[in-house]
């Protein structure tokens, strides 16, 4: 059983903007004699190390809950609304965010208390992981730290009808949500860098990387963003149709497996082969955008909203088949 966790725990588990992924532990194979004690050793590395990363993920997603500030401020201020109208809108953005900055460092303060994971067993990838999610994690809520701040800035400055400092803040603004977005392709290509290339999940960060790179395209263009665009479209259906070769490979493992064990892997690798669905999904918003333009060097900014509208959606299903992974995961490594 141990053995075959191996080409199981390669499962995505996406945290909002900043997606997770398990490795393969790669233990080398002991003696016949020695196999059912180091299956039993193996076994309870794979449990700890979900445990752990349960607990990582617990607190993510109540940093997560500060999105719903981002949100709230991007569709909030609407061009025929009166300056009346957006003082008390902001008036009452600013209550959000400073719930969602109260939770940014409570949740900050969490994962200070975090140590690394450690394991006995020397050939695991898990310790390096646990390092790289910690890093990464720590990344994340920093910078939507910063982008709560800017966001509390621009509040006030509607309020105040300043538009001085509105007009300061604007290259803010947008730089920090591109930040946010080139932090998250620069997380999933350093966790790629840790999979092997024949799991699936290889295939999804790849896929997730061109739906950031396709975002980018769409809300920052400059001079090249519809080339950048139909790069991060072709991208993306390429490694969809790579990670669904990768899937058939992933089928072979639940030969060996019988009963709950063997549901409970299978459900791992549908909501894989669901995760290319969602990738399909987004191949077809970015070609789209494409098609429309919404890349252009001058883009209408609500065409260009309306697009980034439907990728954030994807984005969300990919962070709920994360999250059911990790669960699923959790009971694989129980004891049958």
């Known amino acids: 059983m141990a053995r075959l966790i191996s080409a199981l725990t390669a499962v995505l588990l996406g945290l909002t903007s900043a997606p997770f992924v398990f490795a393969n532990p790669r233990v080398s194979p002991p003696p016949p004699s020695a196999q059912r004690a180091v299956d039993s050793d193996e076994m309870q590395v794979h449990?700890?190390?979900?445990?752990?990363?349960?607990?990582?993920?617990?607190?993510?997603?109540?940093?997560?809950?500060a999105n719903q500030a981002f949100a709230q401020f991007n569709a909030a201020f609407r061009?025929?609304?009166?300056?009346?109208e957006m003082a008390a809108t902001a008036?009452?953005?600013?209550?959000?965010?400073?719930?969602?900055?109260?939770?940014?460092?409570?949740?900050?303060?969490?994962?200070?208390?975090?140590?690394?994971?450690?394991?006995?067993?020397?050939?695991?990838?898990?310790?390096?992981?646990?390092?790289?999610?910690?890093?990464?994690?720590?990344?994340?809520?920093?910078?939507?730290?910063?982008?709560?701040?800017?966001?509390?800035?621009?509040?006030?400055?509607?309020?105040?009808?300043?538009?001085?400092?509105?007009?300061?803040?604007?290259?803010?603004?947008?730089?920090?949500?591109?930040?946010?977005?080139?932090?998250?392709?620069?997380?999933?290509?350093?966790?790629?860098?840790?999979?092997?290339?024949?799991?699936?999940?290889?295939?999804?960060?790849?896929?997730?990387?061109?739906?950031?790179?396709?975002?980018?395209?769409?809300?920052?263009?400059?001079?090249?963003?519809?080339?950048?665009?139909?790069?991060?479209?072709?991208?993306?259906?390429?490694?969809?149709q790579s990670g669904r070769e990768a899937i058939l490979g992933q089928r072979t493992t639940l030969d060996a497996l019988r009963g709950e064990q063997r549901e409970i892997a299978g459900r791992i690798i549908a909501l894989e082969d669901t995760a290319f669905q969602v990738n399909d999904r987004v191949v077809g918003v970015l070609r789209a955008a494409l098609a429309d333009g919404a890349a252009s060097a001058k883009p209408d900014d609500a065409l260009a909203n309306s697009y980034?509208?439907?990728?954030?959606?994807?984005?969300?299903?990919?962070?709920?088949?994360?999250?059911?992974?990790?669960?699923?995961?959790?009971?694989l490594t129980q004891e049958p």
């Open 91 to 240: 008036r009452e953005l600013r209550v959000v965010l400073a719930g969602s900055r109260a939770t940014l460092e409570a949740t900050l303060a969490d994962l200070a208390t975090v140590e690394p994971f450690r394991a006995d067993a020397e050939d695991t990838d898990y310790p390096a992981l646990s390092e790289a999610i910690l890093r990464d994690v720590r990344r994340y809520i920093d910078n939507m730290l910063a982008y709560v701040g800017v966001m509390d800035e621009a509040a006030t400055a509607i309020v105040n009808n300043d538009r001085r400092a509105l007009e300061r803040l604007a290259p803010s603004i947008n730089a920090s949500a591109s930040v946010l977005i080139e932090g998250q392709i620069l997380t999933l290509r350093t966790r790629q860098r840790l999979m092997d290339e024949d799991t699936a999940v290889y295939h999804t960060l790849g896929a997730m990387i061109a739906m950031y790179e396709g975002m980018l395209a769409i809300g920052f263009p400059v001079t090249d963003g519809a080339q950048r665009l139909a790069a991060a479209a072709d991208t993306a259906a390429r490694w969809g």
């Open 79 to 84: 061009p025929d609304s009166s300056q009346r």
């Open 47 to 65: 449990r700890d190390f979900a445990d752990w990363m349960q607990r990582v993920s617990a607190i993510v997603q109540r940093a997560d809950t």
């Open 308 to 331: 980034l509208t439907q990728l954030a959606q994807l984005e969300s299903e990919y962070i709920e088949i994360g999250r059911e992974q990790v669960v699923l995961f959790q009971q």
